[in-house]
Each structure stands twice: as structure tokens, then as C-alpha cells.
């Protein structure tokens, strides 16, 4: 149970740079729910050359979307290990049609239906920019000019339109994601509340 004693099931979206890795870190301490990030998993998996590592490893140094059976299987798991039973918040997924499809099938399995969709937005140009500061931060392997701008490509062609569909089902929060970490922070939870 979240502290405000009931279960919270969230999926934080927007494009590469908008903070939803950050945002997701801080509602998970708030709440008390464990956040999932499939990037961060295939990250992992990356950096200790993991059989899945191995697997994933060209079409996240291109930009482009890990294949669905690869994803889906990861998050089915996810969703199933015993701190997740109370809540969640999913970071980075899904990601296309079909993997809403998919995390609808699993969510009817399990018997626990979504609660909210959060949106993040900023302009392209803050993205740019926070993304060239992450690069320089964290040096990770999809930072580079070229993918970033592949990953937003991709964000916008096969992402955003999953907006409307979650907003067609009432579930559609939307976020100003400009601002300080903390204020953006309460602009989710109240939001939310
Ligand atoms: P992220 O940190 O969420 O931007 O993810 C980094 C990379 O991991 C993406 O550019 C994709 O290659 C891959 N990835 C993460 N989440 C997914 C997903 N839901 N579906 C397919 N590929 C993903």
C-alpha cells in the first residue's frame, strides 16, 4: 500500500530527456512503489554482457526499439515479483501499440488494472539541452548527437500517439516537465492526488 494506503499503478511518459527516470526515482520514494525503468534493465543487462545484453545491445546503440517479445517478457516478470504487488510505476514503457496491447493483457492476467498515465512535456530545445548534460554526466553509449536525435524520431513516431489512447481512456494526466526537480515533483503528486 502507498502512504495514502491504496495501491497506485502508474506509467511516466514523455521523450528522452523530459526526466522521467528522475520524476519516476522520487514518486517511488514518495509513494513507496517500486520503480521500473526497461532502460535502466537493459542497461544493467549491457553492462554485465548478459546473454539478454548481448541481444539488445545493437538496437539500443542505434536508437532504435528493443524487439516487443524481448521487452515484454522483461516487464511481465517485473510485474509479477512480490514488490510489485502493491503498485508501480513503469518508466519508458510501453512504448509502441503494440506493447500497450501487450501490458494490457498482462494487467488483465494479473488483475490489476492501470490507475494513471502521467505525461511529462517540455520543449524539444530543453530536451537537447538536458540530454547533451546527461551525455557529458553519465557517458552513456545512446548519447551521442546522431542517436539522440534517432530517439526522439522514434519517440515521436511510435510514442506520443500512445498519449490519445490513454487519454481516450480518461487515464491521461498531463505534466508541465519544466522547472526544478522538486517543484515538478509536487506538480505529479498533486495532480495525481
Ligand atoms: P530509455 O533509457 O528509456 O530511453 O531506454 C534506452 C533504450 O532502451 C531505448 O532507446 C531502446 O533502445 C531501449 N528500450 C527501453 N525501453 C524500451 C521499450 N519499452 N521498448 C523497446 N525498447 C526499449
Redesign the pocket.
Known amino acids: 500500500m502507498t502512504e495514502k494506503g491504496t495501491t497506485l499503478r502508474l506509467l511516466i511518459m514523455g521523450p ?1 530527456g523530459v526526466g522521467k527516470g528522475t520524476q519516476a526515482a522520487l514518486l517511488s520514494k514518495h509513494y513507496g512503489i517500486p520503480a521500473i ?4 534493465i ?1 542497461r544493467y543487462n549491457l553492462k554485465n554482457k548478459t546473454e539478454l545484453g548481448k541481444q539488445v545491445q545493437e ?2 546503440d542505434r ?4 524487439p516487443d517479445e524481448l ?1 515484454n517478457k522483461i516487464v511481465k516478470d517485473r510485474l509479477a515479483m512480490d514488490d510489485a504487488k502493491d503498485g508501480w510505476i513503469l ?5 509502441n501499440a503494440a ?1 500497450v496491447s501487450a501490458l494490457d493483457t498482462m494487467l488483465e492476467e494479473l488483475g490489476t488494472p492501470l490507475n494513471h498515465v502521467v505525461a511529462l512535456e517540455a520543449a524539444r530545445s530543453i530536451l537537447l539541452e538536458r540530454m547533451q548534460k546527461r551525455a557529458v554526466e553519465e557517458g552513456r553509449s ?1 548519447d551521442t548527437p546522431e542517436v539522440i536525435a534517432k ?1 526522439l524520431e522514434t519517440y515521436e513516431k511510435e510514442t506520443s500517439p500512445l498519449l490519445d489512447v490513454y487519454e481516450s481512456r480518461g487515464q491521461l494526466v498531463v505534466v508541465d516537465g519544466v522547472g526544478d526537480i522538486e517543484s515538478i515533483n509536487q506538480r505529479i503528486i498533486q495532480s495525481l492526488n
Do not use: E, K, N
Open positions: 528522452q525503468s526497461t532502460g535502466d537493459f538496437f539500443i536508437g532504435a526499439l528493443v521487452t518508466d519508458g514503457y510501453p512504448r506493447q545512446d530517439r
